[in-house]
C-alpha cells in the first residue's frame, strides 16, 4: 500500500516536473507513462479482456460521495472528465432498499460512467485515472451462459420408446424427464442407472412447492407467456394493475411485472424479451426446470411446481443476458440487488466466467468487486427473504470447460457452485470439477444417449416457441444441473416451513450441500465416452472432486425433520456411520474437526477428544447420556476457499450422541 | 393314634413331592413361554433417553422396528430374532448382529430386557399396538442408500 503510494505522488511529482520542464511531445509521451502507472495501481482484475465497451465502473471516494450526494454531481463529473464528453455518469446500482448494508459493502460508492464506444475502454480509463475523485476503476466486466447453447427440439426425439409415466401427475412428457425419476431405462441411455436422479417422488408425497418460495432466475428471459410457466410466475402485484410506464410499487424500476431486464448492452428498456436476436431459450429452460407447473396437463414436470393447485414455487425473471448481448458486472449486481429488494430467496445463476480467469477468490474478488458485494447483499441474513431459513441462496453453474476447478463467482464460498452428472450417474464431459465445486446435479450427457435419441439422455425442460418451435427442447450443461439444485432447495424451504420448521444462519445450506447420494463409490476407475471419443473421461480423476454427492430431495427433506442420534455404547470405543449428517459420501468428505463442549464431556464422560478416523466419527463415552457435539467439514474439495485460495465452503453439524448400554453397529437399538 | 399320625405325615410327605413335582413342571415352561410371550407388539420410551421405540416380533422369528432416537421420524429395521434359555439373541436384515443379547424377564404386560453385557442396561417394554402412523410414516435408514422406487398416487 505505502509503497503504491509513493508510485502515485512519485507519478504526480513527475507529471507537474514534466508539464514545466519538457518540450510538448515529451510531456505528453511520459505524461500518459504516468497515467499508465496510476491507471494500474487503481484498475482491479486488470487482467480481464472481456468487458463492455463504452462503459467504466468508478469506485469514487467517500468526500466525492459526499459532495454527490449534496448536489454537486456536475461539478463533480467536470472535475473527474475535465469537460470531456461522457454520454451518462450515474450511480452503478440502483438505490438498494437495504441502505445501510449496501454502504457498509461501499456499493453506494460505484457510480458508472458511458462514453462513445468508439473510445478503447482502457484509453477512457487512462485519462480519468488520474482523478483524485477515483479509488478504483473497474472494466464491466462481462460473462457467458453456462450452457452450450444448443437446443435440441423435442419433436426429434425417437418416438418408439417404451417409458412409463413417473407419477400421476398428468405431464404428457414426465415420461422422458430421467433427471427428476430415472428407472434406468435404456431408451435413455444405454448405462442409465436406476435411482441416478433427484429423488423428488418421494418428496412430492409431502410437499410440491409453496408460492411463497421466490426463485429469481439471473440469466435469459424467462417466457412468462410459456403455457407450462405462466402460472408459476410471480407477479408484481402494483404494476399489472398498475398504468404503464409509471413505477407503480416505488421499487425504482417502471413495469416490472414478473421481473426487469436488466441487460445494458441491448435496447430492451427494461422490459423482458426474448426477441433479441441470438436468443437461445437458456433462461426459459432453465426456470422449467424448477417450476414448470405440475399435473396442469401440459409439457413437463419439474421440481418445485406444485400438484396442480397454484402451489408451485414462483419465478422472477431477472433478465441479464439478452440474446446476443451479454451481461456486464453492472447488469448483475443490479439484478441481484433486485432479487433481495423484492422477495427472491434463491438466486438461480447459471453463468460463470471462465475457470481460467480467476486464480483464486481474491482475484474474483478483486476483479469484480462490485458483483461480488451484490451477491453478499443477497446472501446477508438481514436480506433474508424466507422466514423457514436465515440466509437467501445463491446457486451457480460449475461451468462446461472440463476444468478442474469451478468458474466464478461460483467457486466463492458463499454461493454454491455445482457439478453435472449424466443419467449414468456418472461425471459428464463437460462438467467443471474440483477446487471450489459443491454438489452434482443431473445437467444431461448427449455423448451416452442411446442410439437414434440422443437427445434423451439431456435435460428435457421450457422453450421459447419463437426461438425453437417447439416448446420444449432438450439441453446440457452445468447451466441444466444448477437450477435442479435451486428447485430442491426452492422445494426444501417450501417444506421446512409448511411443518413449522426454521434455520438459523448458514444451517439450511448446509442441509443443502449434505442432503447427497453417495457417486464417489462409481468413480474409482473406469471411462466413458465424450464427444465421439470412447474413453474421454477418465473417471477416477473426478473421484470426491464432484462436490460433497448428487443432491437428494428426499434426503433434504429428511434433515429437514431432523436427523436421529448417533447411539454408542458406554465405555467402548464405538466407530460411527455420519451419513445421516453428511450424506450418502460422508466418508469421503474432508473433515476440518470437532468441538466438544465442556458440558457435553462431563455429560457423555469423554476423556480424550473424539476424531474423524477414515470419515467415520471415533469416540468413546464413559458415561450414559446424551449430549451435542459440532462436527465441521469442507463441502466440496480437500481445502477451503477464501483469500488466496479456490476452494469448497465450510460446513458445520451439530450431531446429538446418545451414550447407552447398548448400541448396534448399523445403528439399530438393539 | 400313631398310626393316624404317620397316615397324615405320608399324605403331606407325598402331597409335598407332588407340589415338587408341579413346581418342577413349572420351571420348565419359561424355555416355551418366554419365545411365545416375546411375539408380539411392544413399545418403549426409556427415562433419561430421548428416544422412542416400537417393535414387533412375530412367531416365525422375524422382528420389525420402528425407532426415533432424538429426531426426525421413526426408522425402520428389520431382521430376526431367538430366544435360548431366556435368552434372546437377534440379527438385523443387514447382517448386523444386536449390540448385545438380552435377558428376558415377564411381568403383567411388560417385558424387561436386560443386557448381557458389563452395562446390564435394563429396558422395560410394554405390550402395546404399534400405531399405524408409526409403521406408515417411518423410512430406512438414510445411510442405507434405499429409497422406494415404486411410483405413487
Known amino acids: 500500500m505505502r509503497k503504491s503510494l509513493i508510485a502515485i505522488g512519485v507519478a504526480i511529482i513527475s507529471l507537474m516536473t514534466i508539464s514545466c520542464t519538457k518540450d510538448a511531445g515529451v510531456v505528453e509521451e511520459e505524461k500518459t507513462m504516468a497515467a499508465e502507472a496510476i491507471l494500474e495501481h487503481k484498475l482491479v482484475g486488470n487482467t480481464i479482456d472481456k468487458c463492455e465497451e463504452g462503459s ?89 451462459l453456462a450452457s452450450d447453447y444448443k437446443a435440441r427440439p423435442m419433436s426429434d426425439m425417437a418416438d418408439t420408446r417404451d417409458l412409463v409415466p413417473m407419477s400421476s401427475f398428468n405431464d404428457p412428457n414426465a415420461k422422458y424427464q430421467w433427471n427428476l425419476h430415472n428407472s434406468g431405462d435404456e431408451a435413455i441411455a444405454k448405462t442409465a442407472r436406476k435411482g441416478a436422479d433427484v429423488g423428488v417422488l418421494d418428496a412430492w408425497k409431502l410437499c410440491a412447492g409453496s408460492p411463497d418460495v421466490i426463485v429469481a432466475v439471473l440469466d435469459g428471459p424467462v417466457q412468462y407467456t410459456h403455457p407450462d410457466l405462466a402460472a408459476a410466475m410471480w407477479v408484481n402485484e402494483a404494476e399489472l394493475n398498475g398504468v404503464e410506464g409509471v413505477d407503480d410499487d416505488g421499487n425504482k424500476y417502471v413495469d416490472d411485472i414478473y421481473g426487469y431486464n436488466f441487460n445494458s448492452a441491448g435496447d430492451s428498456n427494461g422490459k423482458i424479451s426474448w426477441s433479441t436476436e441470438g436468443e437461445s431459450g437458456h433462461g426459459t429452460h432453465v426456470a422449467g426446470v424448477i417450476a414448470a407447473v405440475n399435473n396442469n396437463g401440459v409439457g413437463i414436470s419439474s421440481i418445485a411446481g406444485g400438484s396442480g393447485n397454484g402451489d408451485g414455487v414462483r419465478l422472477m425473471s431477472c433478465q441479464v443476458f439478452d440474446g446476443k448481448y451479454p451481461a456486464s458486472d453492472r447488469d448483475m449486481s443490479n439484478a441481484f440487488i433486485y432479487a433481495a429488494d423484492n422477495g427472491a430467496c434463491i438466486a438461480q445463476c447459471s453463468y460463470a466466467y471462465d475457470p481460467n480467469t480467476f486464480a483464486n477468490d481474491n482475484a474474483y474478488i478483486n476483479a469484480t468487486s462490485l458483483e461480488y458485494n451484490a451477491i453478499k447483499y443477497f446472501v446477508s441474513p438481514e436480506n433474508c427473504n424466507h422466514t423457514a431459513i436465515g440466509q437467501n441462496l445463491a446457486i451457480f453453474a460449475s461451468g462446461n470447460e472440463a476444468t478442474s ?56 425442460s421450457t422453450c421459447i416457441r419463437d426461438v425453437a418451435y417447439v416448446d420444449y427442447v432438450w439441453m446440457e450443461g452445468t447451466s441444466m444441473a444448477c437450477p435442479h439444485v435451486s428447485g430442491v432447495a426452492a ?107 465442556n458440558e457435553a464431556k462431563a455429560a457423555l464422560g469423554i476423556k480424550g477428544d473424539p476424531k474423524i478416523d477414515d470419515g467415520m466419527l471415533v469416540i468413546k463415552c464413559e458415561n450414559c447420556g446424551s449430549a451435542k457435539i459440532t462436527i465441521k467439514a469442507i463441502a466440496g474439495g480437500g481445502q477451503l476457499g477464501g483469500g488466496n485460495n479456490i476452494g469448497g465452503t465450510e460446513i458445520s453439524r451439530e450431531v446429538s450422541i446418545m451414550s447407552r448400554g447398548v448400541s448396534s453397529t448399523n445403528g439399530g437399538w438393539f | 393314634m400313631k398310626a393316624k399320625i404317620y397316615s397324615i405325615i405320608s399324605v403331606l410327605c407325598a402331597a409335598l413331592l407332588f407340589i415338587g413335582c408341579a413346581k ?121 442408500e434405499t429409497r422406494a422406487e415404486e411410483c405413487w398416487f
Open chain 1, 56 to 144: 467504466l465502473l468508478l469506485f469514487l471516494e467517500e468526500e466525492t460521495i459526499a459532495r454527490i450526494e449534496k448536489g454537486d454531481i456536475e461539478a463533480v463529473k467536470s472535475e473527474i472528465f475535465l469537460g470531456g464528453d461522457v454520454v451518462s455518469f450515474e450511480p452503478a446500482l440502483v438505490t438498494p432498499k437495504n441502505e445501510k448494508l449496501a454502504r457498509e459493502l461501499g456499493l453506494h460508492r460505484w457510480y458508472s460512467v458511458s462514453f462513445d464506444k468508439n473510445i478503447p475502454v482502457r484509453k477512457f480509463a487512462k485519462e480519468v485515472a488520474p482523478s483524485k475523485h477515483i479509488s478504483a476503476i473497474e472494466f464491466n466486466t462481462v460473462v457467458a
Open chain 2, 24 to 144: 418342577e413342571k413349572k420351571q420348565d415352561a419359561p424355555k416355551v413361554d418366554a419365545t411365545t410371550k416375546v411375539v408380539g407388539e411392544w413399545h418403549c420410551a426409556p427415562e433419561g433417553y430421548d428416544v422412542d421405540v416400537y417393535v414387533a416380533f412375530d412367531a416365525a422369528g422375524s422382528f420389525e422396528e420402528y425407532q426415533r432416537l432424538g429426531e426426525g421420524r421413526y426408522r425402520h429395521y428389520a431382521g430376526t430374532w431367538s430366544v435360548d434359555k431366556s435368552v434372546l439373541s437377534g440379527v438385523y436384515a443387514d447382517g448386523t448382529e444386536w449390540g448385545s443379547t438380552y435377558t428376558l424377564s415377564f411381568e403383567g404386560e411388560t417385558m424387561t430386557l436386560t443386557a448381557n453385557n458389563e452395562s446390564a442396561e435394563a429396558i422395560v417394554y410394554t405390550k402395546t399396538t404399534i400405531p399405524a402412523e408409526v409403521k406408515d410414516d417411518a423410512i430406512e435408514p438414510l445411510g442405507s
Open chain 1, 491 to 597: 422445494l426444501g424451504i417450501s417444506y421446512a416451513a409448511k411443518i413449522g420448521k426454521k434455520f438459523e444462519g448458514d444451517d439450511y445450506r448446509t442441509m443443502l450441500l449434505t442432503a447427497v447420494n453417495d457417486i464417489n463409490s462409481l468413480m474409482l476407475d473406469g471411462t466413458k465416452p465424450y464427444n465421439g471419443v470412447a474413453d474421454a473421461v477418465v473417471l477416477k480423476n473426478y473421484h470426491k472432486r464432484m462436490g460433497t454427492g448428487a443432491i437428494d430431495a428426499w434426503r433434504l427433506f429428511m434433515q429437514i425433520e431432523g436427523t436421529p442420534s448417533v447411539a454408542v455404547t458406554v465405555g467402548e470405543r464405538c466407530t460411527v456411520d455420519l451419513r445421516e449428517y453428511f450424506g450418502g459420501s460422508a466418508t469421503d468428505l474432508t473433515y476440518r474437526g470437532i468441538e466438544v463442549s
Open chain 1, 405 to 460: 476447478n469451478a468458474g466464478y463467482p461460483g467457486a466463492l464460498p458463499i454461493c454454491v457452485s455445482v457439478t453435472a452428472y449424466g443419467p449414468d450417474y456418472l461425471p459428464t464431459g463437460y462438467t467443471n470439477y474440483g477446487r471450489g465445486c459443491n454438489i452434482a446435479a443431473p445437467g444431461g450427457d448427449y455423448s451416452i444417449g442411446a442410439q437414434n435419441s440422443f437427445n434423451a439422455s439431456q435435460i428435457l
